[in-house]
T-cell receptor, first 113, second 112 residues
């Protein structure tokens, strides 16, 4: 069984500042981890994924995440926030088999001008 | 555009009714997943089909059922609808188990 905890339902940063969205997971098997972004009234768009191999994963729109097994974390970062980054962000985990994604509750990212 | 299509975009119906939501996966993807997104429960996995066969079940109610057809499109059937079934229903497709899932734009269901 898997679970995901996203710390902070709302995160506010200034434009140009560092974005850090936190995700901790629990998994009984080696996890496959994902970050998705959801803009208002739209579906979910894949930002990046970790399956195996390199623990620092780069995604689209300048985002990256680091898989830390010892901390069971997969935090999402972006060096410099842009107004267009304002959205809902979801961390998700799966065990890699025939199973659906288990999502966190989401973090609403607010960008202050 | 993810390549996953869902119809209809919006659906308004009354309690006790039955509706069918349709999903076409990305070209070449054999796996289809259904998810429900609501304010109360967040994003929840409902059910997965792979090449026409049910492969995994999540928090799917007995009043809900799904199937995947030979052309790989999938339908989610919701019956005896209740107010609490109002939600966004997403379909996603994937080419591999454990691989990234690509989401459709969703169907917003409103039960009145």
């Amino acid at each position: 069984a898997q679970s995901v905890t996203q710390l902070g339902s709302h995160v506010s940063v200034s434009e140009g500042a560092l974005v850090l969205l936190r995700c901790n997971y629990s998994s009984s098997v080696p996890p496959y981890l994902f970050w998705y972004v959801q803009y208002p009234n739209q579906g979910l768009q894949l930002l990046l994924k970790y399956t195996t191999g390199a623990t620092l994963v780069k995604g689209i729109n300048g985002f990256e995440a680091e898989f830390k097994k010892s901390e069971t974390s997969f935090h999402l970062t972006k060096p410099s926030a842009h107004m267009s980054d304002a959205a809902e962000y979801f961390c998700a985990v799966t065990g890699g088999g025939a199973d659906g994604l288990t999502f966190g509750k989401g973090t609403h990212l607010i960008i202050q001008p | 555009d993810s390549g996953v299509t869902q119809t209809p975009k919006h659906l308004i119906t009354a309690t006790g009714q039955r509706v069918t939501l349709r999903c076409s996966p990305r070209s070449g993807d054999l796996s289809v997943y259904w998810y429900q997104q609501s304010l109360d429960q967040g994003l929840q996995f409902l059910i997965q089909y792979y090449n026409g066969e049910e492969r995994a079940k999540g928090n799917i109610l007995e009043r809900f059922s799904a199937q995947q057809f030979p052309d790989l499109h999938s339908e989610l059937n919701l019956s005896s609808l209740e107010l609490g079934d109002s939600a966004l229903y997403f379909c996603a497709s994937s080419g591999t188990f454990g691989g990234e899932q690509y989401f459709g734009p969703g169907t917003r269901l409103t039960v009145t």
